[in-house]
């Protein structure tokens, strides 16, 4: 009865509407107005609201179940307000769908995870299982969790993916106020969610521990901020104990007695706790934004002896860059000092920093520098270092050439104490190294203000000097080229480097083995003694080059003597053998070789080898060398006199590539395989087999007549197939060797994969070895590169993992690993296999454990990785392959192994 007397009223206003307002088929309800031209219906009363239809759970049932309701689609979007529920609902052809509860009617068993309230402390509550209607029970996972608000602190932990089993849990409240959180959980079967409100106690029981009162909040520039600039508040009195914690938005974004501002807003105080209201009253400051520009911040600020101070009343120097406008201010310990300065000052102990003031605008603050008691203060002093820089005392300015060299020296160093050169200091500068004397270049140190030479000793309170510098725009001399008459032999005394550079060249500096040798300025230098030699050149206004390349004088060489010949003096025809010339001083010496007589040629010839070709017939045959070194010729050829006899020596195997005889190939791809045979200088072939077993009989020849296996390009991706190559000698009865078998596995190509797949394939993806390309081909340095430094002889295990999507098909997953230069250890990890042969749920992983070879840092490894740039990098590609459901898609992760930083260098070292 309700229900019909419901549609009757709302039958008898919209007739009396709508006829009233027939010709323009529109209703304006609450005022004298035109509807607007979007409006069917336009409720425009203040202060009054719709009213929908009242009707109870029961009502609303009986409704539902009155005869045609629920197959008439007129009914869908009927709207109620149920007084059961307290909640609106609509009808969606189904079912009553609650706008208080989202479209999924889930409950939970064996009650709700969100009642009573969680306290202060946190707790763990569960297990419980949701419910629906319908019930999903054909999708895994089955629900969904996400936490929609108060993500930091509601956690919940699924226990049965199947039947969305799990846990909640609240970690502690650290505030004295209540907080909550929102809880969605969806059905995975009708997408259809339901939120859950979560709250938690405060526990105000720690407030008045350490603050009983808070003072008023000040500011040492104002309340106002200009944009990208900072307010500098703080509690006045700056009291010593307390704890207090600053807010924004109900947030907390500081603790202590400041705080720098650099957003608009109100800045609240708590004392011990976020909401703690007694016995300490909060506290409030309003910080509102200009319209101005703050000006930039001052990007540098040094401070000499790196802000140790030997006596409590001694000062350090500190300096900002001048800016481009404004008044630097200092502050010390937070607080502003009374005046603005010049870009240094004298600086005690205490926490400093620089802030620029233009036009009412404050900048954010500069690096700070903290000025401290040294820990071995009042012990014996050391000295304070005297430095020179290329050569000019560190007491007046030194005047610099952009792009020159930087000579640093300690000109009277004392025993056992460590002199440390920056540019700047240790907290804001560059560190250049260690020593009493130090080489490095303009380009490092020019984004600086000062040099320094910090000296340390145990037990004894450091010293330092420091130097100021400009740059000037003279640029210094090329960089010289050192040449030697006598190559890296040093030959008595007639040995002369020679060092050439640039026109405006006036004098050089000449080093061996790092020390500075007196003997000469000018551009030659007469070898005294072995060693690494390296030049500097100068100009007039006293501009010092780069440095050139190291030449080494490696031995003192001597004439070359007893000349002599070593090898098979009985070789077989139809060979051929390698002969081996000796002598005293042989270091860089230059051979002739050559036949006099007999049937025999030579092959080839590289520095004392050479490769001696014999032919059929037999007979003697003379081998002779000539030879000489840096400081003359040999003292005499030396012969060697041979005997070729005929044999016929059946081949042997000497080598296999890969070692392991093992590979893994992309189908379609030819095997690269190969054998070595030492065939005794003898023609021989070579006939390839391929084997469905592990046998070297019964099987199909392939290939051409090559060491190398070719042609073999029909391979099916998941097959195992097996290779043997047979060498005949073509002499006497054609004596044959059968190699050991190959065994190839074939993998599915990735290159055939086009499709791109879903989910992320995560891993190591740059290698720096870090062994040469010091400061060279952008680079960067190796003391920078040497923190990232990659080690494979200790590295071990680098992991790739692949995530699956959340949503979507993911199954048979493989992964193929494609390594051109063999940097992969296959011995360790196949190059293919399979990670997932069934379904890889959703958001779940699998990783493919790979083993680089451990030589990868050798100057004798292979591949060779020493001196490669970011462009010569070896690259090692992991693929992961999948089926989608319909076809196979690839993710592909490149990892390059190189010998140079993995990101863009900058200032180099």
């Given at each position: 009865?309700?229900?019909r007397?419901?549609?009757?009223?709302?039958?008898?206003?919209?007739?009396t509407?709508?006829?009233?307002?027939?010709?323009?088929?529109?209703?304006?309800?609450?005022?004298?107005?035109?509807?607007?031209?979007?409006?069917?219906?336009?409720l425009?009363?203040?202060?009054?609201?719709?009213?929908?239809?009242?009707?109870?759970?029961?009502q609303?049932?009986?409704?539902?179940?009155?005869?045609?309701?629920?197959?008439?689609?007129?009914?869908?979007?009927?709207?109620?307000?149920?007084?059961?529920s307290?909640?609106?609902?609509?009808?969606?052809?189904?079912?009553w769908?609650?706008?208080?509860?989202?479209?999924?009617?889930?409950?939970?068993?064996?009650?709700a995870?969100?009642?009573?309230?969680?306290?202060?402390?946190?707790?763990?509550?569960?297990?419980?299982?949701?419910?629906?209607?319908?019930?999903?029970?054909?999708?895994?996972?089955?629900?969904n969790?996400?936490?929609?608000m108060?993500?930091?602190?509601?956690?919940?932990?699924?226990?049965?993916?199947?039947?969305?089993?799990?846990?909640?849990?609240?970690?502690?409240?650290?505030?004295?106020?209540?907080?909550?959180?929102?809880?969605?959980?969806?059905n995975?079967?009708?997408?259809?969610?339901?939120e859950?409100?979560?709250?938690?106690?405060?526990?105000?029981?720690d407030?008045?521990?350490?603050?009983?009162?808070?003072?008023d909040?000040?500011?040492?520039?104002?309340?106002s901020?200009?944009?990208?600039?900072?307010?500098?508040?703080?509690?006045?009195?700056?009291?010593?104990?307390?704890?207090?914690i600053?807010t924004?938005?109900?947030?907390?974004?500081?603790?202590?007695?400041?705080?720098?501002?650099?957003?608009?807003?109100?800045?609240?105080?708590?004392?011990?706790k976020?909401?703690?209201t007694?016995?300490?009253?909060?506290?409030?400051?309003?910080?509102?934004?200009?319209?101005?520009?703050?000006?930039?911040?001052?990007?540098?600020?040094?401070g000499?002896?790196?802000?140790?101070?030997?006596?409590?009343?001694?000062?350090?120097?500190?300096?900002?860059?001048?800016?481009?406008?404004?008044?630097?201010?200092?502050?010390?310990?937070?607080?502003?000092?009374?005046?603005?300065?010049?870009?240094?000052?004298?600086?005690?102990?205490?926490?400093?920093?620089?802030v620029?003031?233009?036009?009412?605008?404050?900048?954010?603050?500069?690096?700070?520098?903290t000025?401290?008691?040294?820990?071995?203060?009042?012990?014996?002093?050391?000295?304070?270092?005297?430095?020179?820089?290329?050569?000019?005392?560190?007491?007046?300015?030194?005047?610099?050439?952009?792009g020159?060299?930087l000579?640093?020296?300690?000109?009277?160093p004392?025993?056992?104490?460590?002199?440390?050169?920056?540019?700047?200091?240790?907290?804001?500068?560059?560190k250049?190294?260690?020593?009493?004397?130090?080489?490095?270049?303009?380009?490092?140190?020019?984004?600086?203000?000062?040099?320094?030479?910090?000296?340390?000793?145990?037990?004894?309170?450091?010293?330092?000097?420091?130097?100021?510098?400009?740059?000037?725009?003279?640029?210094p001399?090329a960089?010289?080229?050192?040449?030697?008459?006598?190559?890296?032999?040093?030959?008595?005394?007639?040995?002369?480097?020679?060092?050439?550079?640039?026109?405006?060249?006036?004098?050089?500096?000449?080093?061996?083995?790092?020390?500075?040798?007196?003997?000469?300025?000018g551009?030659?230098?007469?070898?005294?003694?072995?060693?690494?030699?390296?030049?500097?050149?100068?100009?007039?206004?006293?501009?010092?080059?780069?440095?050139?390349?190291?030449?080494?004088?490696?031995?003192?060489?001597?004439?070359?003597?007893?000349?002599?010949?070593?090898?098979?003096?009985?070789?077989?025809?139809?060979?051929?053998?390698?002969?081996?010339a000796?002598?005293?001083?042989?270091?860089?010496?230059?051979?002739?070789?050559?036949?006099?007589?007999?049937?025999?040629?030579?092959?080839?010839?590289?520095?004392?080898?050479?490769?001696?070709?014999?032919?059929?017939?037999?007979?003697?045959?003379?081998?002779?060398?000539?030879?000489?070194?840096?400081?003359?010729?040999?003292?005499?050829?030396?012969?060697?006199?041979?005997?070729?006899?005929?044999?016929?020596?059946p081949?042997?195997?000497?080598?296999?590539?890969?070692?392991?005889?093992a590979?893994?190939?992309?189908?379609?791809?030819?095997?690269?395989?190969?054998?070595?045979?030492?065939?005794?200088?003898?023609?021989?072939?070579?006939?390839?087999?391929?084997?469905?077993?592990?046998?070297?009989?019964?099987a199909?020849?392939v290939?051409?007549?090559?060491?190398?296996?070719?042609?073999?390009?029909?391979?099916?991706?998941?097959?195992?197939y097996?290779?043997?190559?047979?060498?005949?000698a073509?002499?006497?009865?054609?004596?044959?060797?059968?190699s050991?078998?190959?065994?190839?596995?074939?993998?599915?190509?990735?290159?055939t994969?086009?499709?791109?797949?879903?989910?992320?394939?995560?891993?190591?993806?740059?290698?720096?070895?870090?062994?040469?390309?010091?400061?060279?081909?952008?680079?960067?340095?190796?003391?920078?590169?040497?923190?990232?430094?990659?080690?494979?002889?200790?590295?071990?295990?680098?992991?790739?993992?692949?995530?699956?999507?959340?949503?979507?098909?993911?199954?048979?997953v493989?992964?193929?690993?494609?390594?051109?230069?063999?940097?992969?250890?296959?011995?360790?990890t196949?190059?293919?296999?399979?990670?997932q042969?069934?379904?890889?749920?959703?958001?779940?992983?699998?990783?493919?454990?790979?083993?680089?070879?451990?030589?990868?840092?050798?100057?004798?490894?292979?591949?060779?990785?020493?001196?490669?740039?970011?462009?010569?990098?070896?690259?090692?590609?992991?693929?992961?392959?999948?089926?989608?459901?319909s076809?196979?898609?690839?993710?592909?992760?490149?990892?390059?192994?190189?010998?140079?930083?993995?990101?863009?260098?900058?200032?180099?070292?």
């Amino acid at each position: 009865m309700a229900n019909r007397f419901f549609f009757k009223m709302f039958l008898l206003v919209a007739l009396t509407f709508f006829s009233a307002n027939y010709s323009f088929s529109q209703v304006t309800i609450g005022a004298n107005k035109m509807p607007e031209s979007f409006s069917v219906l336009e409720l425009t009363d203040i202060g009054k609201g719709l009213r929908l239809p009242r009707l109870t759970a029961f009502q609303r049932d009986s409704l539902t179940n009155s005869a045609g309701f629920t197959t008439n689609p007129l009914a869908n979007g009927l709207t109620i307000y149920n007084t059961t529920s307290n909640c609106l609902e609509y009808w969606n052809s189904s079912k009553w769908t609650s706008l208080c509860k989202g479209q999924a009617n889930i409950s939970f068993s064996p009650t709700a995870p969100n009642e009573p309230a969680f306290p202060s402390a946190g707790e763990e509550r569960g297990p419980f299982t949701p419910s629906d209607n319908p019930n999903c029970t054909t999708e895994t996972p089955a629900y969904n969790f996400t936490v929609m608000m108060g993500q930091d602190y509601l956690h919940v932990l699924v226990l049965n993916e199947s039947t969305g089993e799990f846990r909640v849990s609240m970690d502690e409240n650290p505030a004295a106020t209540p907080r909550s959180a929102i809880l969605r959980i969806t059905n995975n079967c009708t997408q259809e969610y339901k939120e859950f409100f979560f709250t938690q106690d405060g526990d105000d029981s720690d407030c008045g521990d350490t603050v009983t009162s808070i003072p008023d909040i000040l500011s040492e520039n104002g309340t106002s901020l200009c944009g990208s600039g900072a307010a500098y508040l703080y509690l006045q009195g700056r009291p010593s104990t307390g704890e207090f914690i600053w807010t924004l938005n109900g947030k907390e974004v500081g603790r202590g007695t400041e705080y720098i501002a650099t957003q608009g807003g109100t800045y609240i105080v708590y004392g011990d706790k976020i909401g703690c209201t007694a016995p300490a009253t909060p506290q409030s400051i309003t910080v509102s934004v200009g319209t101005g520009t703050a000006p930039a911040p001052v990007p540098l600020l040094v401070g000499s002896n790196n802000g140790y101070v030997c006596d409590p009343d001694e000062v350090v120097k500190l300096y900002a860059e001048t800016p481009a406008s404004g008044d630097i201010y200092w502050y010390k310990d937070g607080i502003r000092q009374l005046s603005p300065t010049d870009s240094s000052i004298d600086a005690g102990i205490g926490v400093w920093f620089a802030v620029v003031e233009d036009g009412g605008c404050s900048s954010l603050k500069s690096n700070s520098i903290t000025v401290q008691l040294d820990p071995n203060a009042g012990a014996d002093d050391i000295e304070s270092p005297i430095f020179t820089v290329n050569g000019v005392s560190s007491y007046s300015s030194v005047s610099l050439c952009s792009g020159g060299s930087l000579l640093l020296k300690v000109e009277t160093p004392e025993g056992n104490v460590t002199y440390t050169w920056y540019a700047g200091d240790a907290q804001n500068g560059l560190k250049l190294g260690t020593g009493t004397k130090l080489a490095t270049t303009v380009a490092a140190v020019k984004n600086y203000l000062i040099l320094q030479c910090v000296a340390t000793k145990a037990n004894f309170c450091t010293k330092s000097e420091y130097a100021s510098f400009t740059i000037s725009e003279n640029n210094p001399p090329a960089r010289p080229i050192i040449t030697s008459n006598t190559g890296t032999v040093r030959c008595g005394n007639n040995t002369q480097l020679t060092a050439t550079s640039s026109a405006d060249a006036t004098s050089f500096k000449w080093y061996r083995d790092g020390e500075l040798l007196f003997t000469t300025t000018g551009n030659t230098l007469p070898v005294a003694a072995q060693g690494a030699y390296t030049v500097y050149a100068l100009n007039n206004e006293g501009c010092v080059s780069e440095v050139s390349a190291t030449h080494t004088i490696n031995s003192s060489s001597g004439f070359a003597l007893n000349l002599a010949i070593s090898g098979n003096d009985s070789p077989n025809t139809n060979t051929s053998e390698t002969y081996t010339a000796t002598m005293t001083n042989n270091i860089n010496g230059s051979f002739i070789w050559s036949v006099i007589s007999g049937d025999a040629v030579i092959e080839s010839q590289s520095d004392n080898t050479v490769s001696v070709h014999f032919g059929p017939a037999e007979g003697l045959v003379e081998l002779s060398v000539t030879a000489a070194n840096a400081c003359g010729e040999a003292d005499r050829p030396a012969l060697l006199t041979l005997y070729s006899s005929t044999s016929c020596i059946p081949p042997t195997v000497t080598n296999y590539t890969p070692s392991s005889k093992a590979i893994t190939v992309p189908e379609g791809a030819n095997p690269n395989i190969s054998i070595t045979a030492n065939t005794y200088g003898q023609t021989a072939t070579y006939q390839w087999y391929r084997n469905d077993t592990k046998s070297t009989t019964g099987a199909t020849a392939v290939g051409i007549n090559s060491p190398l296996l070719s042609g073999e390009t029909a391979l099916v991706a998941g097959e195992t197939y097996y290779y043997y190559c047979v060498v005949t000698a073509l002499c006497g009865s054609n004596p044959s060797v059968t190699s050991d078998y190959f065994t190839v596995s074939a993998a599915i190509n990735p290159n055939t994969v086009t499709a791109l797949g879903s989910g992320s394939l995560s891993g190591k993806t740059c290698f720096d070895i870090a062994v040469s390309n010091d400061n060279a081909n952008s680079c960067g340095s190796l003391t920078a590169r040497a923190s990232t430094k990659a080690d494979f002889a200790t590295m071990g295990v680098q992991n790739y993992t692949f995530k699956a999507a959340a949503s979507g098909t993911v199954q048979n997953v493989r992964y193929v690993i494609q390594d051109d230069e063999g940097c992969v250890d296959g011995t360790k990890t196949p190059l293919s296999g399979i990670l997932q042969a069934g379904v890889l749920n959703g958001s779940n992983s699998v990783t493919i454990p790979v083993y680089y070879k451990t030589t990868l840092n050798s100057s004798a490894s292979t591949p060779l990785i020493v001196g490669r740039t970011k462009a010569s990098a070896a690259k090692v590609t992991i693929n992961i392959i999948y089926d989608d459901g319909s076809k196979d898609v690839k993710l592909a992760l490149t990892a390059a192994i190189q010998d140079c930083m993995c990101f863009e260098a900058g200032t180099e070292l």
